[in-house]
């Protein structure tokens, strides 16, 4: 199985972002300058992505019909933005965090927003994979030491269709990696890649 990258046009920036989406996003970023100026611990491994580029990602995925299904995953999912708004784009959308703070902050906004997305405590790295990976060592950031949150729930990495995930940039190779090791042949990886912007691939 290979990985094929897909260019994603830079005139995706030109879409509209959905009015709900709008608001998910403004009500998001207060949540989250309230959340860092208030939290006494440092979560050195959360930084947000450019929500409006990933909505507008997500539009272009969906109207080229991209996607094998409609299952979408946030891999290290934050405050879960990026799951809300595939869920508001009408995607079946988890998110898996390891910080159980951050897994609550999303999970409350999901139920005041009244968005589908559900979010899971643990690791999106499965316990097998971490210790077969030659780029395991690269990851610093992420943390691996949780519960194996797949079996915890009954799924697993190959019932999704798109996966997004925010890596620091030594972690693109664990990510594809991750990916192309576990996913569904047919499934996309979009990954932020700051002022790169989108990286999106498949595997075939
Ligand atoms: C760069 S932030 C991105 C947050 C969000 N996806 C976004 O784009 O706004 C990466 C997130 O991954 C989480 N994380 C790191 N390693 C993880 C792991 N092994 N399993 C689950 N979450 C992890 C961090 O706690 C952090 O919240």
Redesign the pocket.
């Known amino acids: 199985m290979a990985l094929r990258t897909i260019d994603v046009p830079s005139s995706i920036k030109k879409f509209d972002l959905s009015d709900s989406a709008e608001s998910l996003i403004d009500l998001a970023n207060d949540r989250i300058e309230a959340f860092m100026l208030a939290d006494q611990t440092v ?1 050195e ?5 450019d ?1 409006h580029l ?1 909505d507008q990602t997500l539009t272009w995925i969906r109207e080229n019909h991209l996607m094998t299904g409609d299952r979408f995953c ?9 799951a809300m708004l595939a869920a508001l784009q009408g995607m079946q959308a988890v ?5 159980p703070v ?1 897994v609550s902050q999303s999970s409350d906004l999901a139920d005041d927003q009244q968005n589908t997305a559900k979010f899971y405590c ?4 499965p316990p097998e994979f971490e210790l077969q990976s030659e780029n395991a060592a690269d ?1 610093e ?4 030491e ?1 519960v194996d ?1 797949y079996e915890a729930h009954g799924f697993s990495m190959a019932d999704f269709d798109l996966f ?5 940039p030594n972690e693109y190779p664990f990510f594809n990696e991750l990916f192309q090791a576990n996913a569904a042949d047919g499934a996309l990886l979009l990954t ?1 890649r700051g002022r790169e912007g989108m990286n999106l691939v498949r595997k075939t």
């Open positions: 979560l491994n959360f930084v947000t992505c929500f990933l946030e891999l290290g999912s934050g405050f879960g933005v990026a998110g898996i965090e390891t910080e951050l643990g690791s999106f790295i990851a950031h992420l943390r691996t949780d949150v997004f995930a925010y890596p620091w932020y």
